[in-house]
């Protein structure tokens, strides 16, 4: 089993996100409340929904915003997706 596989549905939806970024002209613009650019609000409210559908009720809009903030580099993706599974399970990142 591929890490992208055991990743998922978060791999995909930071793929989707990533992909579209810049097609919408708010893209870039921060949003007011998180001062973060729209495409990542966007994305993880996708990836907030998708945690708490794995079983971790309790994760919010701004832990996931504070947990992308923290991923950076060429494995961003990765270390996302992977962070996000490890919160749906529970497991402190």
Known sequence: MS????????????????????????????????????????????????????GNQAVTLEQLIRLESTCTGTDYQHKLALRCNRLAQGIGC
């Open 3 to 54: 890490t992208q596989s055991v990743n998922e549905p978060y791999s995909s939806i930071i793929q989707q996100a990533l992909t579209k970024r810049g097609h919408d002209a708010d893209d870039f613009s921060r949003h007011p409340q998180y001062s973060a650019p729209n495409y990542v609000v966007r994305m993880c409210t996708s990836l907030t929904e998708a945690v708490q559908k794995a």
